[in-house]
């Protein structure tokens, strides 16, 4: 009973916050995108003898795009929504702490948010406009897995260990920061016309503002409504018969 309502409560938070998520997307981060994907120099080398790039897909702009944008944000939502949940409801049965609801939810809504977004984005992570030129993909992701369950560790031994071992969670979140200065680096573009540079920076800064301020609405609206949730579908399956 506890695992039916743990997937019905998730569906229902990840497609709200998956869909309002989705609706700021539209309105505020694809349109920096498209002004930026006009910078974006095309690539002619292609073997079109290869079948790896002759089956490559992605949406057509306009409706398909914004319909596969939003299912993925819903998809996205849902497996965000599926670990809190699961994390808030072995919280309430095992620990002492006060049983999680909506308010108690924005904390973890917080705390995801630096994990996801700030700690990747103070190493150097940040979210970046089409075009630009970044390190490697599997370092980077290796970095940002790093940075993610470093924070969600850190933050868990603050919360939940005794006063005298709350330094050693300060220090495990301080730690992707201390070894990932490398990873800091001038922002550089594909497209390397000046006019271009200076339009994709601005665009840029944009991008990372606008970003920003998604995430935070994302992982607010995520944990409030986890909490409301786990309150409403959840507890009563806790109580003791």
């Given at each position: 009973?506890?695992?039916?309502?743990?997937?019905?409560?998730?569906?229902?938070?990840?497609?709200?916050?998956?869909?309002?998520?989705?609706?700021?997307?539209?309105?505020?981060?694809?349109?920096?995108?498209?002004?930026?994907e006009?910078?974006?120099?095309?690539?002619?080398?292609?073997?079109?003898?290869?079948?790896?790039?002759q089956?490559?897909?992605?949406?057509?702009?306009?409706?398909?795009?914004?319909?596969?944008?939003?299912?993925?944000?819903?998809?996205?939502?849902?497996?965000?929504?599926?670990?809190?949940?699961?994390?808030?409801?072995?919280?309430?049965?095992?620990?002492?702490?006060?049983?999680?609801?909506?308010?108690?939810?924005?904390?973890?809504?917080?705390?995801?948010?630096?994990?996801?977004?700030?700690?990747?984005?103070?190493?150097?992570?940040?979210?970046?406009?089409?075009?630009?030129?970044?390190?490697?993909?599997?370092?980077?992701?290796?970095?940002?897995?790093?940075?993610?369950?470093?924070?969600?560790?850190?933050?868990?031994?603050?919360?939940?260990a005794?006063?005298?071992?709350?330094?050693?969670?300060?220090?495990?979140?301080?730690?992707?920061?201390?070894?990932?200065?490398?990873?800091?680096?001038?922002?550089?573009?594909?497209?390397?016309?000046?006019?271009?540079?200076?339009?994709?920076?601005e665009?840029?800064?944009?991008?990372?503002?606008?970003?920003?301020?998604?995430?935070?609405?994302?992982?607010?609206?995520?944990?409030?409504?986890?909490?409301?949730?786990?309150?409403?579908?959840?507890?009563?399956?806790?109580?003791?018969?």
């Amino acid at each position: 009973m506890i695992f039916r309502n743990i997937i019905f409560a998730a569906i229902l938070v990840g497609v709200v916050s998956g869909l309002i998520y989705g609706v700021f997307q539209q309105i505020q981060l694809s349109p920096i995108i498209y002004a930026a994907e006009k910078f974006e120099v095309n690539n002619e080398a292609v073997d079109h003898h290869d079948p790896i790039t002759q089956i490559a897909w992605s949406p057509e702009n306009g409706t398909e795009r914004i319909v596969w944008t939003l299912f993925a944000n819903i998809l996205t939502g849902i497996s965000f929504a599926l670990v809190m949940i699961s994390l808030m409801t072995v919280h309430n049965l095992k620990s002492n702490k006060p049983k999680v609801d909506a308010v108690q939810g924005i904390g973890w809504g917080a705390v995801g948010l630096l994990a996801i977004f700030v700690a990747p984005a103070l190493i150097g992570l940040q979210p970046e406009v089409p075009g630009t030129v970044a390190a490697a993909l599997e370092h980077r992701q290796t970095w940002w897995l790093f940075a993610v369950v470093a924070t969600v560790l850190g933050a868990a031994v603050l919360y939940y260990a005794p006063l005298k071992l709350k330094a050693i969670g300060i220090a495990i979140i301080l730690l992707p920061q201390m070894a990932a200065s490398s990873l800091h680096a001038q922002l550089s573009f594909e497209n390397t016309d000046p006019v271009a540079v200076a339009a994709l920076n601005e665009l840029g800064q944009q991008f990372y503002s606008m970003a920003a301020i998604g995430t935070a609405l994302f992982f607010i609206i995520l944990g409030a409504g986890s909490g409301f949730a786990v309150k409403k579908y959840i507890n009563l399956e806790l109580q003791p018969v």
